[in-house]
């Protein structure tokens, strides 16, 4: 038991100092980690201020490799090769981020606003109400002071970066501002104020909410609270509180008008979002299509290395029987030169096919790891194909008309050129629209209400005489002075009762409408000969309509490359065939001539040149053989039925993990 006990924790000890590569830390069949974004979660008034979790960058490789890789041999069928490309394949992990950067394109779409780089304007309220205090009696009056700071946010006639009308914000926009002053005076003349130093504190709040509207224009609502203190004696009403509620509604009634048209570019991005899918769909097209010229490639390239073995072996042959022949004296020496060279030459062949074989694998290799040659596993294994290009003794293939019609049906670049012009055809709503004079109506509502303590000021009789008040009488908005306030029996300014008591009066005097405003007006801005609309608008025409005569040519293309893709396809076929024959023909030509050799009725030259023959016709055969390979995989893609014929699905090659398993044969080939 003890024994048993030591050997489990050996083994654990050696697995542990020897681990897991780096490249394939993860848990058999498990898939890759995600690098879709994930939207923030929380609390809803807190998630929107909180950043999406972008995952990092996966550059480690998937356990298919692990799985395939046996006695320093990477066993590969062509499905398995597909299976890793989709997996590993770092151009295709590029061009997964495309349509994950259209989700989020599209999201900023749908909160409108300008394009990314055209400015807007924003305003803070720090002034005081008209008529509340010094500062707001002399803007009643219409004389502006320094104590009052006011902007202007009017941006009708604002000039933007971007062509056409500026999509309207559609997420609301609260903005909360508080502000507080103190301010201090001198004033040479204090005839309103009684100081010769004025002192007045001011704090200020803002609260607005915005809310773009899709047909093109924008609501508002501003809520204002001001409180104001100064140090003025006859300020009958101090300190002071101002509310005011005002609703305004700015809205386009020509240029910038419509939902169709403020809308564009949410319809855009999501026709965008469909383009990026079939420029995904294309590339993996593309990258399967490579996948299988290259492995296939590298199948015909074993071929053509054991071809030129075996004519190395042949003419190593020839060579030492003609060394016994000059031996034995029944042959010149020369003839013995002759087959050298041919062995020298046989050999040369043989180096090239094998430099050949070892590019293929590299750039194989290269197709189906993310890191390349970098993992030593990798860079030393050897890659075994276990598929071979089958060539049939006649194409079945289907008739003209139904490959054309399978052709516009299934290609992703004539949808990605329909979705093209259909985003032209928004676009150009835009344009259209730019022709038209700039009409904006403005309409606002205002209710307000003022409240503050009372703060009775003493005055002279001289003062009553001048409000009109008869010998002993008391004016209105006069009374006696309260006690410390003047002299005992002296009357006081005071103000009116309305407007005494705290922020609550003021509120109330606000919600009844007691002091209700309302503004309405328009804008009219039309610009003169208006040739840059009529420029832009022209441009937008002229090149969808060259859109389309674009797409017009390109359908009509579908039936001659599928014309092309299918004779080419035949060719092929029948090019395999002549030059199988013509390389068995060569072989027994070669056959034949080393019996007449035997017999004495041929010569040294006449056998070296059947070998050359013969190795010229294997390597016909397997150019043959590639490019009938070839020929069936851009047929293929010239129906876009490459992911169809090959049984890909576009989820897994989006996702990076295919769900099917590799395994491998039980009996393993030593060589292809």
């Known amino acids: 038991m003890k024994q048993e006990i030591l050997r489990q924790a050996v083994a654990l000890g050696l697995c542990g100092c020897l681990g897991i590569p780096a490249g394939w830390a993860q848990q058999p069949g498990a898939p890759m980690q995600s690098i879709v974004p994930q939207k923030p979660s929380g609390f809803i008034f807190v998630r929107p201020y909180r950043a999406a979790t972008v995952p990092p960058v996966r550059l480690t490789n998937s356990l298919r490799l692990r799985d395939l890789l046996q006695g320093g041999k990477i066993y590969l069928t062509a499905q398995d090769a597909i299976a890793l490309a989709l997996e590993n394949n770092i151009d295709l992990e590029l061009d997964r981020y495309n349509p994950l950067l259209g989700v989020w394109n599209l999201e900023r779409a749908q909160a409108g606003g300008a394009l990314p780089g055209v400015p807007n304007s924003t305003s803070q309220s720090q002034s005081v109400a008209s008529g509340q205090g010094v500062a707001g009696s002399q803007q009643a009056a219409g004389v502006s002071g320094g104590g009052n700071n006011s902007s202007n946010n009017n941006t009708v006639g604002a000039t933007v970066t971007q062509v056409g009308s500026v999509v309207p914000t559609l997420d609301p926009v609260f903005q909360h501002t508080q502000s507080y002053s103190h301010l201090s005076l001198p004033t040479a003349n204090p005839v309103q104020t009684g100081t010769a130093n004025y002192i007045q504190s001011k704090h200020n709040y803002t609260d607005t909410i915005s809310q773009g509207l899709i047909t093109g224009g924008q609501v508002s609502i501003t809520y204002n609270d001001s409180y104001l203190h100064e140090n003025v004696l006859s300020d009958i009403l101090n300190p002071t509180t101002a509310v005011t509620t005002q609703i305004q509604l700015q809205h386009n009634l020509l240029y910038g008008f419509g939902t169709a048209l403020n809308s564009r570019t949410i319809n855009v991005q999501k026709m965008n979002l469909r383009i990026d899918d079939l420029t995904f769909q294309t590339q993996v097209m593309g990258a399967v299509a490579n996948v299988l010229n290259v492995y296939y490639g590298l199948a015909a390239d074993y071929e053509d290395v054991r071809a030129k073995r075996s004519a190395v072996n042949v003419a190593q042959q020839f060579f030492e029987n003609n060394k016994k022949q000059v031996q034995i004296g029944t042959m010149a020496p020369i003839d013995v030169t002759t087959a050298e060279a041919q062995v020298a030459s046989s050999q ?282 070839n020929a069936r995989v851009a047929l293929d893609q010239t129906l876009g039925v490459t992911l169809t014929a090959n049984h890909i699905s576009l989820q897994e090659a989006q996702a990076g993990h295919v769900v099917r398993r590799s395994l491998l044969p039980e009996k393993l080939p030593e060589q292809p």
């Open 348 to 629: 040369q062949d043989l180096v090239i096919s094998e430099t050949t074989l070892l590019q293929a694998q590299v750039q194989l290799k290269n197709l189906l790891s993310r890191n390349g040659l970098a993992d030593p596993l990798i860079t030393d294994a050897e890659i075994i194909p276990l598929d071979r290009i089958v060539v049939p003794d006649k194409d079945e293939l289907p008739t003209m008309k139904e490959m054309v019609a399978t052709a516009l049906e299934n290609r992703v670049d004539l949808q990605g050129e329909r979705f093209n012009l259909q985003n032209l055809k928004t676009n150009a709503l835009n344009t259209e629209n730019g022709v038209l004079p700039q009409l904006v109506g403005l309409l606002s509502a205002q209710t307000a209400g003022l409240s503050g303590k009372a703060t009775p000021f003493p005055v002279d009789q001289s003062d009553l005489v001048q409000a009109g008040a008869a010998q002993g009488s008391i004016p209105p908005g006069f009374a006696p002075c309260p006690a410390g306030r003047g002299i005992p029996g002296q009357i006081c300014e005071v103000p009116d009762k309305y407007f005494v008591g705290g922020i609550g009066t003021a509120l109330g005097q606000m919600l009844r409408r007691n002091f209700p405003s309302q503004n309405a007006g328009f804008f009219f801005g039309p610009t003169l000969r208006n040739r840059q609309a009529q420029g832009d608008y022209a441009i937008d025409q002229l090149s969808m309509r060259q859109s389309e005569v674009q797409m017009h040519k390109d359908l009509n293309q579908v039936a001659v490359d599928v014309s092309n893709q299918s004779i080419g396809l035949q060719q092929a076929r029948v090019r395999y065939q002549a030059a199988t024959r013509n390389r068995i023909l060569q072989e027994q030509l070669l056959d034949a001539e080393q019996k007449r050799f035997k017999l004495g009725a041929s010569t040294t030259f006449l056998v070296v040149q059947q070998q050359r023959d013969l190795a010229t016709a294997q390597s016909t055969e397997v150019a043959a053989l590639v490019a009938y390979s």
